[in-house]
């Protein structure tokens, strides 16, 4: 799959956002080593803190259906705004070497991976066994 492919699955998840309060819809899709796709908006909720952004969305997603492992995400806002912090955190869970396409409405994108957006993370072989 090509990275303007699974950004425009992201564009696609992006209108299915349920953003009622913050009207910033963000769409994500994550492709499993698996060869199938995730799609995750953001989905808010009247009592804010309870939102949840589209790519933890598409994580959870992905691993409530067994998938562990994964090749790429995709996340398209309106101005190519790149993923929270709580995000990266989830992302790397699940791997430093997952590429990351940061796009904009317009399909405009860069580039990083999960290592690259957030280096130094506290990851699972940090907790004492
Ligand atoms: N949001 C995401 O979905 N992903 C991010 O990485 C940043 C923020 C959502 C959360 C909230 O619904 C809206 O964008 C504004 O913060």
Do not use: W
């Amino acid at each position: 799959m090509t990275p303007e492919e699974l950004i425009g699955l992201a564009q696609e998840a992006r209108q299915r956002a349920y953003a009622p309060y913050s009207h910033f819809a963000v769409g994500a899709a994550l492709l499993a080593r698996s060869g199938k796709v995730y799609s995750g908006c953001n989905v808010e909720n009247v009592s804010y803190g309870l939102s949840i952004c589209a790519e933890r969305a598409a994580v959870f997603k992905a691993v409530s259906e067994g998938e562990r492992e994964f090749e790429a995400l995709a996340v398209v806002t309106s101005c190519g705004g790149s993923p929270c912090g709580a995000c990266r955190q989830v992302l790397a869970e699940f791997g430093s070497d997952v590429t990351v396409y940061v796009a904009d409405a317009e399909g405009r994108y860069r580039t990083f991976t999960v290592e690259e957006l957030l280096p130094e993370a506290f990851m699972p072989e940090d907790l004492p066994r």
